[in-house]
């Protein structure tokens, strides 16, 4: 499923070569399917997937859009509308894939019209989304023009979720190792940009998640880092004594001034916030494709501006710095 040898091409410049050496470990250990019966099933249906190469695909579109209906017949397209139902939940997205809509829980498309006119030209750019999910974004980055993404998530849904949408799309390069990025070795100063967003505030140590961050970056390589704040002056950060919007692993909330201080004391230079905004329950909420709770369950019943705990809603920044 995963194409070693597109992948370690990219990856031979890199500075630190013991990767290559590490890397078929580290992807047989994440697929070991026997710990997971889920898996296990996806991987069957992934691999008994027989359709046609898609005549048209577009990246650049809001939803993501690969095949359509007319490439398959119309028993075809109800059966793989219950194949894609079985990798419920569906976090991210939209996707319409031939001729199915895939209405996610998020519309990754808002975050990445947030960001899209703020940052480098990533035509021909070596390209890192830590934390993709199930690779909405890397699309998009393709779709931009950059000459190949790697994607990282350790959550084998969402792994699976990409496996799918690639063994539709047929070949592009564009891969999600399923791995953490405190599993990329450090020094490896490769990726001309790269994405972190969602995922700092689910790091206990951000500091430590931001010079990884820049270890993976080429000198004036960019990082595009999203991530929850509060309102506050410098030197104040949240940390929840408990859950936070209903999830068990968030640690550090800073606000805008805390955040640019860490990212210029790890070395991050050019750091400019290009976005704040407060995440609106028509951006995250339950659909047919994501059943369970979401957004407005998590928000005070009585007042949008505070999670069921009592603290602040959410609310995101985007800072692009550089690195050097
Ligand atoms: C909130 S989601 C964000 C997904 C996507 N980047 C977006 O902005 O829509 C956070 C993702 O980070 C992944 N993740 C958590 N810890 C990680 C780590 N240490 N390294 C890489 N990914 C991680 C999770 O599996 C999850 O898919």
Redesign the pocket.
Do not use: Q
């Given at each position: 499923m995963i194409e070693h040898d597109a992948i370690y091409k990219l990856l031979a410049p890199a500075k630190n070569e013991t990767w290559l050496e590490i890397l078929p470990q580290q992807i047989s250990k994440a697929f070991n399917f026997s710990v997971h019966g889920t898996s296990a099933k996806w991987q069957i249906l992934i691999e008994n997937l027989d359709l046609p190469l898609p005549s048209q695909s577009n990246f650049n579109n809001d939803c993501i859009q690969i095949g359509l209906a007319k490439d398959i017949s119309s028993e075809r397209q109800l059966q793989l509308r219950n194949e894609l139902m079985e990798f419920h939940p569906w976090?991210?997205g939209p996707y319409d894939l031939f001729g199915i809509p895939i209405d996610s829980e998020?519309r990754?498309d808002w975050?990445w019209q947030r960001l899209k006119d703020h940052i480098s030209s990533l035509k021909n750019r070596l390209v890192l989304?830590?934390?993709?999910?199930n690779g909405?974004?890397c699309w998009r980055i393709l779709g931009a023009g950059a000459k190949a993404v790697i994607g990282?998530?350790?959550?084998l849904i969402?792994v699976m979720q990409f496996q799918l949408i690639k063994k539709l799309s047929g070949e592009f390069p564009v891969h999600l190792l399923p791995?953490?990025?405190?599993?990329i070795p450090s020094e490896i100063k490769l990726f001309d940009s790269v994405?972190?967003?969602?995922?700092l505030y689910?790091?206990r140590s951000p500091i430590d998640?931001l010079l990884e961050l820049k270890n993976t970056l080429r000198a004036g390589g960019e990082l595009i880092l999203?991530t929850l704040i509060v309102d506050g002056n410098l030197g104040e950060t949240m940390l929840p004594e408990g859950r936070y919007a209903k999830m068990r692993n968030v640690w550090f909330l800073p606000s805008c001034k805390t955040l640019v201080s860490w990212m210029a004391r790890c070395g991050f230079k050019n750091i400019r916030i290009v976005d704040i905004n407060q995440t609106s329950i028509k951006e995250q909420r339950s659909t047919e494709w994501m059943r369970f709770h979401s957004l407005e369950q998590f928000l005070d019943a009585d007042d949008k501006n505070l999670t069921c705990e009592g603290l602040p809603a959410p609310k995101r920044v985007i800072i692009v710095a550089d690195a050097f």
């Open positions: 976090r991210k998020w990754s975050k989304d830590v934390g993709c999910g909405y974004h990282v998530d350790p959550t969402n791995i953490t990025l405190e599993a994405f972190s967003m969602g995922v689910h790091r998640h999203e």
